[in-house]
């Protein structure tokens, strides 16, 4: 199956640091990568749609501001944490979906990163 | 609107005996149904999906799923458990008016005893 790498995979930062995440898919190329945001014992909260070449879609309640997505090319998407307080602190997993078409594709996730943000 | 449930928190099971994970839907129209396993600190691993065809789907780590229409239900099941099964599982259904969009369940903690 296609691949899909995250940097850093643990992170620990000071309050109102800034924290980017990349997030790549090695063996394809991804128009169309997500962000999702994992709480303990919690399943995964979609966060934002990341296009390549245009704006990010945002989910209801995801403040864009706070967290920066930039599709820079067809295989990395990065995910900026703005001025992280304790509150942000997650596990952040990317995913992508292969460019094939029809609405079966699973997506690929990456391995996720731990933020603690101190 | 869509969602998938997982009724069951925990599941615990003994090595070498089958094991099922509930998963029931919601979605108007015609589902397209996802497992997903995660294990500790790691993203989340495809294991099968169901589109259409063949109500009984094959997966990886020779798993697989039920769909029941009727019963709006995609239990995951295994014939024999392994100990290295052990992780969280979470349903998925993609929306039907969006390609990208996935519900995913609560996620189930399975355990297998040795």
């Known amino acids: 199956g296609a691949v899909v790498s995250q940097h850093p995979s643990r992170v620990i930062c000071k309050s109102g640091t800034s924290v980017k995440i990349e997030c790549r898919s090695l063996d394809f190329q991804a128009t169309t990568m997500f962000w999702y945001r994992q709480f303990p014992k919690q399943s995964l909260m979609l966060m934002a749609t990341?296009?390549?070449?245009?704006?990010?879609?945002?989910e209801q309640g995801v403040e864009k501001d706070k967290f920066l997505i930039n599709h820079a090319s067809l295989t990395l998407s990065t995910l900026t944490v703005t001025s992280a307080h304790p509150e942000d602190s997650s596990f952040y997993i990317c995913s992508a979906r292969t460019p094939t078409s029809g609405g079966g594709n699973e997506q690929f996730f990456g391995p996720g990163t731990r933020l603690t943000v101190l | 609107a869509q969602s998938v449930a997982q009724p069951e928190d925990q599941v615990n099971v003994a090595e070498g005996n089958p094991l099922t994970v509930k998963c029931t839907y919601s979605?108007?129209?015609?589902?397209?149904l996802f497992w997903y396993v995660q294990y500790p600190n790691r993203g989340l691993q495809f294991l099968l999906k169901?589109?259409?065809?063949?109500?009984l789907v094959k997966g990886s780590y020779g798993f697989e799923a039920e769909f029941n229409k009727s019963q709006t239900s995609f239990h995951l099941k295994k014939p024999s458990a392994l100990v290295s099964d052990s992780a969280l599982y979470f349903c998925?259904?993609?929306?039907?008016?969006?390609?990208?969009?996935?519900?995913f369940g609560s996620g189930t903690k399975l355990n297998v005893k040795p």
């Open positions: 990341s296009n390549e070449g245009s704006k990010a879609t945002y």
């Open positions: 998925a259904v993609r929306a039907v008016y969006n390609f990208n969009k996935f519900y």
């Open positions: 979605v108007s129209g015609n589902p397209y």
């Open positions: 169901y589109i259409t065809g063949d109500n």
